[in-house]
């Protein structure tokens, strides 16, 4: 959902971090960023499966769809970030496996963390394969 709504440009307004115009922007200005949150919260609740819609039931804006969303199927607790962060660890690269796939599950799991607010730094990592 998250790269759906960047490949329309309307994260931001999903995020709560768009800047709503000020006290003297203009009649279009105002509009057009009133639109674009509309649309926001629209894709959200469009792309969401029937049975998961009742969720965004209460929702009026993108950001409490958002939010909603994350709530429901985000799973950000210290649990899941262990985990994650040991499937990262002990991935291998095994002789006859494809390289591309190796990296590929990489990234995501490192994309996953991310994405909880882990942050894996680059001396974290030379620590941890030195002292293999």
């Not at 490949?7 to 009649?27: I, R, V």
């Not at 607790?77 to 291998?92: A, G, T």
């Not at 190796?102 to 607010?117: A, V, Y």
Request: aromatic letters at 10%.
């Amino acid at each position: 959902m998250h790269l759906y709504l960047e490949s329309l440009d309307l994260f931001d307004d999903a995020e709560g971090t768009a800047e709503s115009p000020g006290s003297s922007a203009t009649e279009n200005v105002c509009r057009s960023f009133n639109s674009s949150a509309k649309k926001a919260w629209t894709r959200i609740c469009l792309a969401i499966e029937p049975e998961y819609q009742i969720h965004m039931r209460d929702t009026r804006i993108a950001k409490e769809a958002w939010d909603a969303l994350k709530g429901q199927f985000a799973c950000e607790s210290l649990l899941q970030k262990v985990r994650l962060r040991q499937q990262y660890y002990s991935c291998r690269f095994r002789p006859g496996d494809n390289m591309f796939e190796h990296i590929s599950h990489l990234r995501s799991l490192h994309d996953q963390l991310k994405e909880m607010g882990v942050n894996i730094d680059d001396k974290e990592l030379q620590y941890y394969w030195l002292s293999k």
